[in-house]
């Protein structure tokens, strides 16, 4: 069976898995973490949202024979820094913005991609881009979430790392 090495959450790890395992089953199963939360498996509720490279994608959808060496995975587990959470997850708590909970990682993970990606664009996060996230929340915190999104970006746009990942 091949070995898989990628960075993840800043550190590199080596696997030995089918090059088709889905990388969120890579994540789950043979690593232990599971901020990336299984929903359908097929890349439509995003629960698993996590980011490749900076950006937002669903593990469930990628095999892990896709990385190399050089890519790096953050899970939520590796979002906060030493400095403590991230302020995305900072605004989550401050804004009470859990009902069960089970999607908001993913919802995290996606509001960070977003805010850095419309920043490197320069300009602020509007209500199209809002409406872009399509993780689906089955409580509905959809409100909550939006107004987190916003105040996590503020907060992302304030501090001295501008939200990046320390570790």
């Not at 199963?29 to 939360?37: E, R, S």
């Not at 990385?67 to 790096?72: F, K, N, S, Y």
């Not at 590796?78 to 997850?89: C, K, S, T, V």
Request: hydrophobic share 35%.
């Amino acid at each position: 069976m091949p070995e898989h090495t990628f960075r993840l959450n800043g550190e590199p790890v080596t696997v030995t898995a089918p090059d088709d395992l889905r990388l969120l089953w890579v994540l789950r199963d043979l690593l232990g973490l599971t901020g990336p939360k299984y929903g359908c498996g097929i890349a439509v509720c995003k629960a698993c949202t996590s980011h490749l490279n900076g950006r937002a994608v669903t593990p469930c959808s990628v095999p892990v024979g896709a990385l190399g060496p050089e890519d790096e995975v953050t899970t939520i587990e590796g979002l906060a820094g030493e400095g403590g959470l991230h302020p995305m997850q900072r605004a989550w708590l401050d804004l009470d913005v859990s009902q069960c909970g089970y999607c908001q990682p993913g919802q995290i993970m996606a509001a960070v991609a977003l805010v850095r990606r419309v920043a490197a664009e320069g300009r602020a996060v509007t209500d199209a881009d809002l409406d872009g996230i399509r993780n689906v929340c089955r409580c509905g915190a959809y409100p909550r979430v939006r107004e987190a999104i916003r105040a996590g970006g503020e907060a992302m746009r304030d501090s001295p790392d501008r939200g990046l990942p320390t570790g």
